[in-house]
């Protein structure tokens, strides 16, 4: 049996996603004064003694959204009315009952919903009073919390069980085998990737640039794993993010790059690569993400260039990230989007190997005949005793040298080209390091 689903629903500006993240103890909804910031469907799993449930922030409902996506945004409100088994009709005690709540109060009531009234903003204790307003609403005493000072959270917590306590205890959900997060500029297809791989339509899909706003972490089951695909903002130049809104996006889907086992890298393949894809590409090489290179709408663009003489071009573009193997994707008619899935799983699987020392010796042995270190120095010859490896995600090498002097960043960039040749490592990043043999002191290369 599935999570008990529990819903935040209410009108713009309330304080739906403060209200999330309070319950959660981190920050994963953005959470901004302008109104209409959410739209999306933002997930998150809470546990509360040995209960859990999976709670939903929604958009603002009746927003009038600056992008004309209100439709998109009501459908993703009832999609989270349809799967809750307990609605959070939140309301801001500060402002009382207004028309929209009002509204809001009677689509519920069609809906034969189970629902809970919860009063935010009672950021003091004599505003409480003020909450015996909303029982005109129809849904019982309301909840008086303050999200922002995290006051009433346990209590909320408590009466959330409460309510769920005539559905049968769930498992502990399963911890998630890999996290993948997609990422690229803005309107290269992100969403359209994600809906298609966990097959519907969790994600807003539009053709308005910049329509994700948050990283949006989607659960979904594949062979018996748990996966979590996380959807992000389209990145675009820091000297043009229109507003702290955008800024916040672009900060989430750098988080979601260090927080991803694998990266799958979109691109348009209708559009030239830009400086975003760039520098998001430096962002990826320096973080040894694994990552799959993805060319969306290749559908639209396979009749002016053939699929080998784009990845030359991929290479060119991105020489450091030149191990990645690519992908040519039709996200909106989900063409080769599963086979993109199995790679991601295999990339996980390599960048989590561990490598036998004989095994990673032999290795480092055929590539010492292969090419010197460099001429003599002070009297003495470079030379490798011996490399191990010091842990996985990425794979991390360490060489213990005579003097790591000798050892320039040539040296270890073929070292670690021959070691992808050499190890079943071949499509994922290596993190190099040395260190004298002889001698506590190391370089700055030191992990």
């Not at 909450?131 to 919390?145: D, H, I, R, S, T």
């Not at 990552?291 to 002016?304: E, P, Y």
């Not at 004989?358 to 590539?367: D, G």
Request: glycine content about 6%.
């Amino acid at each position: 049996m599935g999570l008990p689903v529990v819903a935040i629903i209410g009108r713009p500006n309330v304080g739906k996603s403060s209200l999330l993240n309070a319950l959660a103890g981190e920050m994963i909804s953005i959470v901004e004064p302008t109104a209409g910031v959410t739209r999306d469907r933002v997930s998150t799993i809470i546990n509360v003694g040995d209960r859990y449930f999976e709670l939903i922030d929604t958009g603002g409902y009746g927003i009038v959204d600056r992008d004309d996506l209100g439709e998109h945004i009501s459908r993703q409100i009832f999609q989270a009315i349809e799967l809750a088994d307990l609605v959070l009709f939140v309301v801001d005690v500060r402002d009382g009952i207004v028309p929209l709540d009002v509204r809001i109060a009677e689509m519920l009531r069609k809906e034969n919903l189970n629902i809970m009234c919860v009063a935010n903003k009672a950021d003091e204790v004599k505003l409480f009073p003020a909450a015996g307003e909303f029982n005109k609403l129809g849904f019982g005493e309301p909840v008086c919390v303050s999200a922002a000072n995290n006051l009433n959270q346990r209590l909320l917590k408590e009466k959330i069980i409460e309510r769920l306590a005539h559905l049968p205890p769930s498992e502990k959900p399963r911890q998630a085998i890999m996290r993948v997060a997609i990422v690229g500029k803005r309107n290269a297809g992100k969403s359209t990737l994600t809906n298609a791989i966990v097959g519907e339509d969790r994600v807003i899909v539009s053709e308005v640039p910049g329509t994700t706003r948050d990283s949006i972490d989607v659960r979904f089951e594949k062979d018996g794993k748990t996966i979590v695909i996380v959807d992000t903002a389209g990145v675009r130049k820091k000297s043009k993010l229109a507003d702290s809104i955008e800024f916040y996006s672009y900060s989430r889907a750098q988080r979601a790059v260090k927080r991803a086992d694998v990266i799958l890298f979109l691109m348009d393949a209708t559009t030239p690569i830009s400086q975003p894809d760039k520098k998001l590409g430096q962002l990826i090489a320096e973080e040894y993400k694994p990552t799959i290179l993805v060319v969306n709408k290749w559908d639209l663009a396979k009749n002016q260039a053939s699929s080998d003489d784009y990845a030359e071009y991929l290479g060119k573009v991105f020489p450091s990230l030149k191990y990645c193997p690519i992908a040519f994707t039709t996200a909106s008619e989900a063409r080769n989007v599963q086979s993109v899935l199995d790679l991601s799983i295999e990339l996980f699987k390599q960048a989590n190997t561990r490598i036998p020392t004989a095994k990673l010796n032999k290795a480092i042995e055929i590539i010492k005949e292969e090419r010197g270190v460099g001429s003599k120095r002070g009297g003495k010859l470079p030379k490798v005793y011996y490399a191990t490896q010091i842990t996985v995600a990425p794979v991390t090498i360490l060489l213990f040298v005579n003097d790591v002097k000798f050892f320039d960043e040539n040296y270890k960039r073929f070292v670690v080209g021959r070691l992808r040749e050499l190890l079943p490592v071949q499509e994922v990043p290596i993190k190099l390091f040395v260190r004298s043999h002889k001698s506590e002191e190391e370089d700055n290369s030191r992990p």
